[in-house]
């Protein structure tokens, strides 16, 4: 019997995490006791915007890139967040105070429009301040699945560009995410590889995607894509360490016959690939991927902003 996929968010279970304290709205509750209402927009409609943040060694990391991209992503949909970004990085450094969260902890950072008078997706329906929720847990990637490799199968979902819905928006509505998510737990495989509207290669349903050729490190372009705060990383160390880097469009030919083949995220780090679609990456976890990661590392420790 084949292993069950294990994606990229797959994490070592870590029993501090049964009671740890969620913010919502400024309160701490009890992870079983944290809730938001059903008329809330984000139940209701996934009318919101959210981050993912990690801690370590008593700090955050990327911190300012982090809330810019929310505050950013709130303007784009008209919701005021009625929090100054000090205001919310200090309820965040609160939550984590409390517990004492320094380090090894994973952060979801969610802010929805509020409550509704009657599930409507129109705003004017809204009558309370946008709903903030902040959850952290202990979270450590599963070793094995870095060591192994992950397997992408490419799916039928195809990321939508800003005259459907902007991929830079890191909105609540994942669903084509989700659908990609699906298709690729049923093929086997523990990640979607996503394409544009073009053919050509754009992202995974939940990481940033790259691949190795030729000593270049190439990804695609923003266009269909989320900003990835790792992804814009992984470029900025290649770029500070003369690593040829190159955002462009490129095809599955191209991902098939690659050298090395990685994904990114915030709670990872970089991933190795192992195969996409059945055909072997040749060099799982090779020389590139290795240096990027080291100096990937290097760059988080410059990064944080320590918790007070």
């Known amino acids: 019997m084949e292993d069950e996929p294990h994606g990229v968010h797959d994490f070592v279970y870590d029993p501090r995490n049964a009671n740890v304290l969620i913010s919502v709205n400024g309160e701490l509750k009890h992870r079983d006791e944290a809730t938001v209402s059903v008329f809330d927009s984000g139940y209701l409609l996934g009318d919101g915007v959210w981050e993912g943040l990690r801690v370590k060694n008593g700090g955050v990391a990327f911190l300012d890139e982090h ?126 590889l996503m394409l544009d509207a073009d053919g050509f290669v754009a992202t995974c349903n939940s990481t940033h995607f790259f691949i190795v050729r030729d000593g270049e490190v190439w990804t695609s372009p923003p266009d269909y894509c989320l900003g990835g705060i790792t992804r814009g990383n992984i470029i900025r160390v290649c770029e500070e360490a003369g690593i040829t880097v190159r955002e462009k469009r490129f095809s599955l030919f191209d991902v098939y016959s690659a050298d090395e083949a ?6 990872a780090g970089v991933t190795p690939v192992r195969e996409v679609d059945g055909r072997t990456i040749e060099h799982v976890g090779g020389p590139m991927a290795k240096r990027i990661t080291g100096l990937y590392q290097d760059l988080v420790a410059r990064s944080l902003t320590p918790i007070k």
């Open 67 to 192: 809330l810019k991209r929310l505050y950013a992503g709130a303007k784009t949909i008209d919701m005021d967040i009625g929090l100054s970004k000090e205001d919310l990085t200090q309820r965040l450094f609160d939550c984590l105070k409390a517990q004492d969260m320094n380090d090894g902890v994973h952060i979801r950072l969610m802010v929805t429009r509020g409550i509704k008078k009657t599930p409507y997706q129109g705003p004017r329906f809204t009558i309370t301040k946008p709903t903030i929720v902040i959850i952290p847990e202990y979270k450590a990637p599963v070793p094995e699945v870095i060591e192994k490799g992950l397997s992408l199968f490419t799916v039928h979902i195809r990321r939508t560009g800003p005259a459907e819905q902007d991929q830079k928006l890191n909105s609540h509505s994942k669903l084509n995410c989700i659908l990609a998510c699906i298709q690729a737990d049923k093929a086997g495989a523990d990640e979607g």
């Open 262 to 267: 990685f994904v990114t995220g915030t709670f």
